[in-house]
């Protein structure tokens, strides 16, 4: 499973529909060095301990941050959501990280062309107030400790902070 959350999260090791199809049929894979292959390397398995890991890094650079808002001020609800969602869908964007208030839903992605963003903007302009910055590195770390983060993010200026029980990411100015 951390495979898994490793390669969603963006790291390229490895690509999740690679790794799915091993773990329902209980495969264990084995990772080698390139750089020192007579190592014994990794068994990535449905059975192997998770717990002490170290903090994993993933950074992915040439972000773009799109923060929606309505224009009549009114609440980001489900359906709202759902309106853009289906709008990226139909771009073929995948978003990497999304967060959401009252009045305004962000989503981080993948930087695409500048056409492709200024029709997707037009798109949701009809609805919505758009603003919107490009050059920023999105940062995730799994297994994270505060000293990994403070590490991390010193003297970077946070645009997005998010953390759950085992994941913490960064949307931060190149």
Do not use: W
């Not at 773009?64 to 359906?79: M, N, Q, Y």
């Not at 995730?140 to 010193?154: K, P, V």
């Amino acid at each position: 499973n951390e495979a898994i959350e490793l390669a969603y999260y963006g790291a390229s090791i490895i690509h999740p529909k690679t790794i799915k199809p091993l773990e329902n049929k209980s495969i264990p894979l084995y990772i080698k060095s390139f750089l020192s292959p007579k190592e014994s390397g990794t068994k990535i398995d449905c059975c192997s301990d998770t717990s002490p890991l170290m903090p994993s890094y993933i950074f992915k650079d040439n972000q773009t941050l799109l923060s929606i808002f309505p224009k009549d001020f009114s609440f980001i609800v489900e359906e709202n959501i759902a309106n853009i969602f289906s709008l990226f869908a139909r771009y073929g964007i995948k978003i990497n990280l999304m967060q959401n208030s009252a009045i305004s839903y962000s989503v981080c992605f993948d930087t695409i062309q500048k056409q492709l963003l200024q029709k997707l903007i037009k798109e949701l302009s009809t609805s919505y107030s758009i603003k919107y910055n490009n050059n920023l590195r999105l940062i995730t770390i799994r297994r994270y400790s505060e000293e990994a983060i403070n590490d991390l993010i010193q003297d970077k200026e946070i645009i997005i902070e998010q953390r759950s029980r085992l994941t913490a990411q960064f949307l931060v100015k190149l």
